[in-house]
């Protein structure tokens, strides 16, 4: 969607009742981040409050009853509030999608539910709406610290809003980065969200953290676009709101035989806005940056999420970068990241690493369910460094392939852009097959990872089972065999050069020159442009799987190949604008595995 024009060049200045100013003031971007980080709230600003309403499209919040107190500002932006009282949100779904959403998740035909208390983070006309609505006291009841405490549970679930927010107090155009969530305490389904943001197709987003298992998910019960405009065009153009987009990236990485990753990424980034002294990025946070430099070699300021204590454990994968001069549209500019960690790679046995297909470079930040990342294109430059007795396969074509010392040094391109980029590096035996110009290659693990060697064990000493007595489960005593990925690398390569002659046949031209797959300890499957990440049991035999009482032997092997070999036309030749495409890319998916089967 096109810019909505320049903001006015100030911004509306608040009655001297409140006493602040909203234009942005000349404050450091360290100080505003610690600001939202630890909020504090303002004693001498708060108001009983009857029948206030907040209205963002179709939902309307209503302040029954109660008190509310503003947070001290940040770049003297009033930026949060706290409610106590009784209040309560509706909301119209806007067609019969999003009220077959709400049916599913609450079983009410509309929203209709109470709440007592309320946390508010915005940058749009929040302030300006209630203040026409209360009287504000200069003083009040002591210092709130239930937003404080509701910051400090979001960023322990990874809800990655204090970014989004920091991003638009600093903005220069806060009606273009609007942002507005209010956090509302129910009874029926605890803490529910609203949520309006102006840099989403889908400004309005209404929906809860639930607890799934020993993990939190975010339940989405309606996402649809303000205006009453059509949701099946909001997505026609993908980047019309976006920061930013990278054309291309240069990285250069370093792997550990202790799997730890270093690396150099420098991105070039092509702003679509003038005016953003905030850029955001994606990046796993178990990989620590140490610093970031825009194209004249200064160091700029750079937020990170708070470490994580298990590799499992998020507090947000992002990293907010403060420039030191705002964008300027259509001037690129390339930005050098150096980060370092433990977690994205993992040692899992003997010459066998996990390596994480996602998060390993900085991407555009992209948190919520939107515009997809797979609905853009990047130039890839990858340069791997790794211990030489060991190989190492990625996205792109090899361009070289050297030794420097103890390390094996190799670059890869990509011919065309790419959605995506991965790696993948072992101790691997490599088998070649050829589809006309196409090369296929399989990188299988000449030992059994930690997983592979457990039922190995098992099955070689079925008598340290039976010490378990009566209770203990008892493994068969048939043998099976050597359980090394790289007894089955030859079929595997004949196989998915089958595949590729197969899907050639109805889809059209491979889109690359090479297709490698690679055995991973994960029981899923992965089809990044050029390289497949594929689960342990696909390196099986049938006895093996037999014995494992693995059924649907054909489901495992020939048919889960097939899928992860058809996103090379689904999913990379042809790609998905937003999440609501990206179910074609799996169902085509699907659809290809039985063809091949």
């Given at each position: 969607?096109?810019?909505?024009?320049?903001?006015?060049?100030?911004?509306?200045?608040?009655?001297?009742?409140?006493?602040?100013?909203?234009?942005?003031?000349?404050?450091?971007?360290?100080?505003?981040?610690?600001?939202?980080?630890?909020?504090?709230?303002?004693?001498?600003?708060?108001?009983?409050?009857?029948?206030?309403?907040?209205?963002?499209?179709?939902?309307?919040?209503?302040?029954?009853?109660?008190?509310?107190?503003?947070?001290?500002?940040?770049?003297?932006?009033?930026?949060?509030?706290?409610?106590?009282?009784?209040?309560?949100?509706?909301?119209?779904?806007?067609?019969?999608?999003?009220?077959?959403?709400?049916?599913?998740?609450?079983?009410?035909?509309?929203?209709?539910?109470?709440?007592?208390?309320?946390?508010?983070?915005?940058?749009?006309?929040?302030?300006?709406?209630?203040?026409?609505?209360?009287?504000?006291?200069?003083?009040?009841?002591?210092?709130?610290?239930?937003?404080?405490?509701?910051?400090?549970?979001?960023?322990?679930?990874?809800?990655?809003?204090?970014?989004?927010?920091?991003?638009?107090?600093?903005?220069?155009?806060?009606?273009?980065?609007?942002?507005?969530?209010?956090?509302?305490?129910?009874?029926?389904?605890?803490?529910?969200?609203?949520?309006?943001?102006?840099?989403?197709?889908?400004?309005?987003?209404?929906?809860?953290?639930?607890?799934?298992?020993?993990?939190?998910?975010?339940?989405?019960?309606?996402?649809?676009?303000?205006?009453?405009?059509?949701?099946?065009?909001?997505?026609?153009?993908?980047?019309?709101?976006?920061?930013?987009?990278?054309?291309?990236?240069?990285?250069?990485?370093?792997?550990?035989?202790?799997?730890?990753?270093?690396?150099?990424?420098?991105?070039?980034?092509?702003?679509?806005?003038?005016?953003?002294?905030?850029?955001?990025?994606?990046?796993?946070?178990?990989?620590?940056?140490?610093?970031?430099?825009?194209?004249?070699?200064?160091?700029?300021?750079?937020?990170?999420?708070?470490?994580?204590?298990?590799?499992?454990?998020?507090?947000?994968?992002?990293?907010?970068?403060?420039?030191?001069?705002?964008?300027?549209?259509?001037?690129?500019?390339?930005?050098?990241?150096?980060?370092?960690?433990?977690?994205?790679?993992?040692?899992?046995?003997?010459?066998?690493?996990?390596?994480?297909?996602?998060?390993?470079?900085?991407?555009?930040?992209?948190?919520?369910?939107?515009?997809?990342?797979?609905?853009?294109?990047?130039?890839?430059?990858?340069?791997?460094?790794?211990?030489?007795?060991?190989?190492?396969?990625?996205?792109?074509?090899?361009?070289?392939?050297?030794?420097?010392?103890?390390?094996?040094?190799?670059?890869?391109?990509?011919?065309?852009?790419?959605?995506?980029?991965?790696?993948?590096?072992?101790?691997?035996?490599?088998?070649?097959?050829?589809?006309?110009?196409?090369?296929?290659?399989?990188?299988?693990?000449?030992?059994?990872?930690?997983?592979?060697?457990?039922?190995?064990?098992?099955?070689?000493?079925?008598?340290?089972?039976?010490?378990?007595?009566?209770?203990?489960?008892?493994?068969?005593?048939?043998?099976?065999?050597?359980?090394?990925?790289?007894?089955?690398?030859?079929?595997?390569?004949?196989?998915?050069?089958?595949?590729?002659?197969?899907?050639?046949?109805?889809?059209?031209?491979?889109?690359?020159?090479?297709?490698?797959?690679?055995?991973?300890?994960?029981?899923?499957?992965?089809?990044?442009?050029?390289?497949?990440?594929?689960?342990?049991?696909?390196?099986?035999?049938?006895?093996?799987?037999?014995?494992?009482?693995?059924?649907?032997?054909?489901?495992?092997?020939?048919?889960?190949?097939?899928?992860?070999?058809?996103?090379?036309?689904?999913?990379?030749?042809?790609g998905w604008k937003s999440y609501h495409d990206q179910w074609l890319s799996e169902g085509f998916a699907e659809f290809s595995g039985k063809l091949y089967v």
């Amino acid at each position: 969607m096109p810019s909505r024009g320049l903001f006015a060049a100030l911004l509306l200045v608040f009655t001297s009742t409140l006493g602040y100013a909203q234009t942005p003031l000349p404050t450091g971007a360290a100080t505003v981040w610690n600001s939202l980080l630890a909020p504090a709230m303002d004693p001498t600003k708060s108001a009983h409050v009857e029948n206030v309403t907040i209205v963002r499209d179709a939902v309307r919040i209503t302040l029954l009853d109660g008190r509310l107190q503003l947070a001290q500002p940040a770049n003297g932006v009033v930026f949060g509030a706290v409610f106590h009282g009784a209040g309560r949100v509706e909301a119209a779904p806007p067609n019969a999608l999003e009220a077959q959403q709400l049916r599913l998740f609450t079983k009410q035909d509309k929203l209709n539910m109470t709440f007592t208390e309320a946390t508010f983070s915005f940058t749009d006309g929040f302030l300006d709406e209630v203040s026409k609505q209360v009287k504000w006291q200069a003083s009040g009841p002591a210092a709130d610290d239930l937003y404080a405490n509701r910051q400090k549970d979001r960023e322990d679930i990874g809800a990655e809003y204090l970014p989004r927010l920091f991003k638009s107090v600093l903005s220069s155009n806060r009606e273009r980065t609007a942002y507005f969530l209010a956090d509302l305490k129910t009874k029926e389904k605890g803490w529910v969200e609203v949520r309006y943001d102006a840099l989403q197709p889908e400004e309005v987003r209404i929906g809860r953290w639930a607890d799934l298992g020993a993990y939190r998910v975010h339940d989405v019960w309606m996402n649809f676009p303000a205006g009453g405009r059509d949701f099946r065009h909001v997505y026609d153009d993908p980047a019309a709101r976006q920061d930013f987009l990278i054309p291309g990236y240069q990285i250069n990485t370093h792997l550990a035989d202790n799997a730890d990753l270093n690396a150099t990424a420098k991105a070039t980034v092509q702003p679509r806005y003038s005016g953003e002294p905030i850029l955001l990025f994606a990046l796993d946070s178990n990989l620590r940056v140490s610093s970031v430099k825009d194209g004249q070699g200064r160091s700029l300021e750079f937020f990170q999420a708070r470490e994580r204590k298990e590799r499992s454990q998020s507090y947000g994968d992002y990293v907010a970068v403060a420039l030191k001069e705002p964008t300027q549209a259509g001037q690129d500019q390339v930005l050098e990241f150096q980060y370092g960690g433990k977690h994205v790679v993992v040692k899992v046995g003997s010459g066998n690493f996990f390596c994480q297909s996602f998060g390993w470079y900085p991407t555009a930040f992209a948190s919520e369910p939107g515009v997809d990342a797979f609905a853009f294109r990047s130039n890839f430059d990858l340069t791997f460094r790794n211990p030489k007795k060991y190989s190492l396969v990625a996205t792109g074509n090899k361009v070289s392939d050297t030794i420097d010392g103890k390390e094996l040094i190799s670059n890869w391109k990509s011919d065309i852009p790419l959605a995506t980029a991965g790696f993948a590096f072992g101790d691997y035996k490599i088998t070649t097959e050829k589809v006309g110009d196409v090369t296929v290659q399989v990188y299988a693990n000449r030992e059994p990872d930690d997983l592979l060697s457990s039922i190995q064990k098992a099955f070689d000493n079925p008598l340290s089972d039976l010490a378990r007595g009566p209770g203990g489960s008892h493994m068969s005593t048939v043998s099976l065999g050597n359980l090394t990925p790289a007894a089955l690398g030859k079929t595997i390569s004949i196989e998915t050069a089958n595949t590729l002659r197969v899907f050639e046949s109805y889809f059209g031209p491979y889109p690359y020159k090479q297709l490698a797959v690679t055995n991973i300890i994960g029981s899923y499957g992965q089809g990044w442009p050029g390289l497949l990440y594929l689960g342990w049991f696909t390196f099986l035999d049938s006895t093996q799987q037999h014995e494992l009482g693995l059924k649907n032997q054909v489901g495992l092997t020939d048919f889960f190949r097939g899928h992860e070999s058809s996103h090379q036309w689904w999913g990379h030749r042809v790609g998905w604008k937003s999440y609501h495409d990206q179910w074609l890319s799996e169902g085509f998916a699907e659809f290809s595995g039985k063809l091949y089967v």
